[in-house]
């Protein structure tokens, strides 16, 4: 069980249109392993139902504070005092302004008032109301008073203006409230690297090989990696992801990208952890122009690539960690173990690709941490929970 199964967040979600986007964060953050209660202001409720949050969160949702219920304890006091994060998404500006100036007349103002857990705020609002200085003064106040904010960011909002207002995506919440909830960070001044996705390498301008990382893994190592404490620099291949807030992001398409990037970044890092995937080979011979049908067998020659992980192994300083990834189809461990010593790492997280549940572009994996002496098998888990194991290690590493 991870600690975060042991936490609760309590979700305040005020009235505005960015409410329906709350539901999602909901299922986001019970994916997480987390409790979530919800509390709906008498506005939110006119834009989703109460019933929604009942489904997604598995507990039951207040609104009135004077509704009666079986139990006969006092709900906003009880919720306060269960919360380890009160999340406000969408936050009002009249929440934003009531919550500063203290006033507390109905259940989610009077549950903020009374909750001593730390608030994380995602402020959604026209861009006007947001800019106005009633908002911005409350802001500040609140900022000075320990308040964390996420966004809002630019855009285009419902109401059709463009502007600062929209509230910040759920998978970006979710990261910033994890970071807010892990309060043990082992990683606190270590600066970690982390690779992450495929490669291409292209035959002509429209063409490329590449293989199947979806950069699942990479990008919750990084995630995860900032969680703990760490600063992160990830360098990643083309995905569909969205690098996580407050990584320093490289963006590299070839293996000849990564490696250069690789090679510049590492001497300023603690450690490397190679979870890219990058292609063996590469075209000797790009065409410039795109190829043309011609009725024949086309043979495109290839040639290796510069191996990465191993020219970092070789740079690896005393203090520095490397950390390489093994995907096998056989021999796993034997496989595993002969890479980890030719390319000097100083551990291998290997998986078996062919396992339903590990590899690619899922979000579970099974691995197996080979050291130079032993290796612990980790049975299937999500992403994050192994990213979770690798950072442990490496952590227990350094303090060993
Ligand atoms: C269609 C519609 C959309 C609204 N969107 C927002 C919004 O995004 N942000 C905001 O601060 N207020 C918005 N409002 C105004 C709030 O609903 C209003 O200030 C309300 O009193 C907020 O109450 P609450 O903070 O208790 O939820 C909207 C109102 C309507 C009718």
């Not at 990683?187 to 292209?202: C, N």
Request: glycine share 6%; hydrophobic share 45%; proline share 5%.
């Amino acid at each position: 069980m991870s600690d975060l199964q042991k936490k609760t967040v309590l979700l305040g979600v005020t009235g505005g249109i960015a409410a329906y986007k709350s539901a999602d964060l909901v299922s986001r953050l019970r994916k997480q392993g987390l409790r979530v209660l919800c509390i709906l202001s008498r506005h939110a409720a006119e834009f989703v139902s109460p019933l929604t949050f009942e489904v997604l969160s598995g507990n039951p949702v207040a609104v009135d504070m004077f509704e009666r219920r079986q139990s006969w304890e006092v709900e906003h006091i009880s919720w306060a005092q269960q919360a380890d994060l009160f999340l406000v998404a969408p936050a009002s500006a009249n929440f934003i302004a009531k919550y500063t100036h203290g006033i507390a007349d109905d259940m989610l103002t009077t549950t903020a008032m009374a909750c001593r857990a730390p608030m994380l705020i995602a402020p959604a609002m026209n861009t006007a109301m947001y800019e106005s200085a009633a908002t911005q003064q409350n802001l500040e106040l609140l900022r000075g008073r320990g308040v964390h904010f996420i966004g809002p960011e630019g855009g285009l909002l419902a109401c059709g203006d463009v502007g600062a207002g929209r509230m910040s995506e759920p998978a970006q919440i979710v990261e910033e409230a994890l970071s807010l909830l892990t309060t043990d960070k082992p990683l606190l001044g270590k600066v970690i690297m982390v690779s992450a996705g495929p490669t291409r390498e292209y035959i002509d301008p429209v063409r490329y090989l590449t293989n199947r990382s979806s950069g699942k893994m990479g990008y919750a190592l990084a995630a995860q990696a900032l969680r703990m404490g760490a600063a992160v620099k990830l360098i990643s291949g083309p995905v569909s992801l969205k690098p996580p807030t407050g990584v320093e992001f490289y963006q590299v398409e070839s293996t000849k990208e990564l490696y250069d990037r690789s090679v510049d970044i590492f001497p300023f890092c603690d450690a490397a952890i190679m979870a890219a995937a990058p292609a063996d080979y590469y075209v000797k011979h790009r065409h410039s122009e795109k190829l043309k049908k011609t009725g024949q067998p086309l043979s495109v020659e290839l040639d290796e690539n510069p191996d990465v992980a191993a020219t970092l192994g070789q740079m690896k300083r005393e203090s520095q960690k490397l950390v390489i990834f093994v995907a096998e189809t056989n021999d796993i461990i034997k496989n595993a173990r002969a890479k980890l010593r030719s390319k000097n790492a100083d551990f291998a997280v290997a998986n078996d690709v062919t396992q339903e549940g590990a590899g690619f572009d899922v979000d579970t994996n099974i691995v197996n941490i080979v050291a130079k002496t032993g290796s612990k098998p980790l049975p299937l888990m999500s992403k994050d929970e192994v990213a979770r194991k690798i950072l442990e290690r490496l952590s227990a590493g350094w303090n060993a």
